[in-house]
């Protein structure tokens, strides 16, 4: 049997083991419901909007020229250029999703990569790598993001790279700091010594033991990708009209606040839902993965 047959069951198992673990806790399983239902909604968003999110309609407005409350053919009501609420809410958890995955993915990447290499070779890489890494975070990540997102034309990859850009500095830190031990281990210097290369001893010996690590800071770093998404939407610079985000739903509609709440309210909690969801979800993880995690990083 080849060891890739011989992996593959293990891995396997492994998987369907975290999974039954997460079932198991009620918090954890919450979280999964509310993530699998917004995967729901941003994968058959079309199949699943009941109005076209981009048609204005007069008949989404009142007699003032207001948007309609929620109730009848519009279950959430509309926005102020009478557009259906719930479809565009529909549409925007795509958006969202698309944005929290690609740019935290692109964030792990790059984070784990520069703590990786700078933990594992030391001396001159580590120093310039560290620095570099330093400074990154010397820049309040807010701040940073807006003048990014404003020197380019935003768009929705934009917007994804620009959070990727400022959200890898956290993992590169807690990936250089696991790395560093990991690599004065015994079984790392015996295969120094009896001359295995440095790919053979990251991809076999090293990155084994950190995967953990990267899965549950990963998955946890979610929420922070979305939550700021949302605020670079609201403060016009994130995604852009008529494209619907939940950030620019709440930015669009806020002066209507007093008088439609619910504009602003129902997208609000979206937001904080699934950034909720993926909390507890990363909190199960570390504690199935890595229990050590909780002691160290929480």
Do not use: C
């Not at 009848?72 to 009501?77: E, K, Q």
């Not at 549409?91 to 935290?104: C, H």
């Amino acid at each position: 049997m080849s060891d890739a047959q011989t992996l593959r069951p293990k891995s396997q198992s492994r998987f369907i083991v975290v999974i039954s673990e997460l079932m198991r806790r009620p918090r954890a399983a919450f979280g999964m419901a509310v993530i699998m239902v917004m995967v729901f909604g941003a994968v058959f968003a079309p199949l699943i909007m009941p109005h076209d999110p981009f048609e204005q309609s007069f008949d989404g407005l009142d007699l003032m020229g207001g948007p309609l409350p929620p109730g009848g053919d519009y279950l959430l009501g509309t926005d102020l250029l009478g557009r259906d609420l719930a479809s565009r809410l529909i549409l925007g958890t795509r958006t969202s999703l698309i944005i929290g995955l690609v740019a935290n993915g692109i964030a792990v990447i790059l984070g784990a990569s520069v703590g990786i290499a700078a933990g594992f070779f030391g001396g001159w890489t580590a120093a310039i790598l560290m620095r570099f890494t330093d400074l990154m975070m010397a820049f309040p990540a807010l701040l940073l993001a807006i003048v990014l997102a404003a020197i380019f034309q935003p768009s929705l990859m934009i917007v994804a790279l620009v959070i990727a850009m400022v959200n890898w500095v956290q993992m590169s830190r807690v990936i250089y700091t696991e790395t560093r031990s990991l690599a004065e281990r015994e079984f790392i210097q015996v295969q120094r010594a009896i001359g295995s290369s440095s790919l053979r001893i990251l991809g076999k010996h090293l990155l084994p033991h950190l995967l953990s690590s990267i899965v549950v800071f990963g998955t946890l770093g979610i929420s922070t990708t979305v939550l700021l998404e949302a605020t670079l939407s609201f403060l016009g610079v994130g995604v852009q009209p008529p494209m619907p985000s939940w950030g620019n739903i709440i930015f669009e509609n806020q002066t209507y606040f007093s008088t439609a709440p619910w504009l602003v309210f129902i997208p609000g909690l979206l937001i904080v839902l699934l950034a909720l969801a993926f909390n507890l979800v990363g909190d199960a993880l570390r504690d199935i993965l890595d229990p050590t995690l909780k002691g160290r990083h929480g």
